[in-house]
């Protein structure tokens, strides 16, 4: 069992050779890495990564048999490689898709909608029927459904006025009536 004092003072010198490391080539190796993934962020993280190899198989940097640098520096690569690999082995993430509403809502509610509107619309007098279906229907002004109807645009506005009315009432009483039986 090692004492804890000889186990402290190996990690301050652990530390100490990772930051003599970083302080001395952690530039060049940030530079590669960002060069090889173009994004800053994770350059940091391989490089991050490439110092805790060095921290794990500190034989390497001593070892003799080329620079520090240029053994930090393949690192750096081979890092870089793995990364690409590993997400080229998996299958392409699919971000997952909101749930689908229908490509045409539920038709059966507009045709209700459309029936129960032609209902009130036939119980409408019939010169307040005739203003809507032209202004509405047809599209014309109120200056061209006076002219069409032969009556002055102030009638048109008028009996427009009352027939939408009538047919919100309609509409109205229909709902109490549904929602109370």
């Known amino acids: 069992m090692v004492p804890s004092r000889t186990r402290r003072q190996r990690n301050d010198a652990d530390e100490a050779i990772i930051r003599a490391l970083f302080t001395e080539h952690g530039r060049a190796m940030l530079g590669y890495a960002t060069s090889l993934t173009n994004d800053r962020s994770a350059a940091e ?71 129960e509107l032609m209902g009130a619309l036939e119980r409408l007098p019939a010169h307040h029927r005739d203003v809507l279906e032209c202004v509405y229907v047809l599209g014309h002004t109120v200056n061209e459904t006076a002219e069409k109807l032969g009556v002055p645009p102030g009638t048109v506005k008028s009996r427009a006025h009352h027939a939408l009315r009538t047919l919100r009432e309609s509409t109205f009483r229909k709902e109490v009536q549904s929602n109370e039986g």
């Open 45 to 115: 993280d391989v490089v991050q990564e490439a110092l805790v190899r060095a921290w794990r198989n500190p034989d390497a940097l001593v070892n003799g048999k080329g620079s520090v640098r240029g053994w930090l520096l393949t690192v750096v690569r081979n890092i870089v490689i793995d990364r690409s690999r590993a997400r080229q082995s998996r299958p392409a993430e699919v971000r997952e898709s909101p749930a689908h509403e229908p490509v045409e809502p539920d038709h059966a509610d507009r045709v209700t909608q459309r029936l």
